[in-house]
């Protein structure tokens, strides 16, 4: 195997994946995902402030809420 790169792109003409791991980014269903997204502050704060009323992580309020949001759009099909 060369390791010397093309000339035309430089990549090499071979790559080894030999020491490769299957799988080893593979998420698993129903495994939690740390998913860094943007809200806005107000939305933010309303979910906060439901999420602390109820005694239950930001994080499982928001995931429930989308939840549900995907059961009203998948009847709505």
Do not use: C
């Amino acid at each position: 195997m060369s390791n010397q790169p093309n000339e035309i792109d430089g990549m090499p003409a071979e790559i080894d994946f030999g020491k490769g791991v299957r799988g080893l980014h593979h998420i698993p269903p129903g495994a939690k995902v740390l998913m860094p997204a943007s809200i806005e502050m107000s939305v933010w704060t309303y979910f906060a402030g439901k999420a602390e009323e109820r005694g239950v992580p930001l994080s499982d309020l928001l995931t429930e809420v989308l939840k549900r949001d995907m059961e009203i759009n998948e009847t709505r099909k």
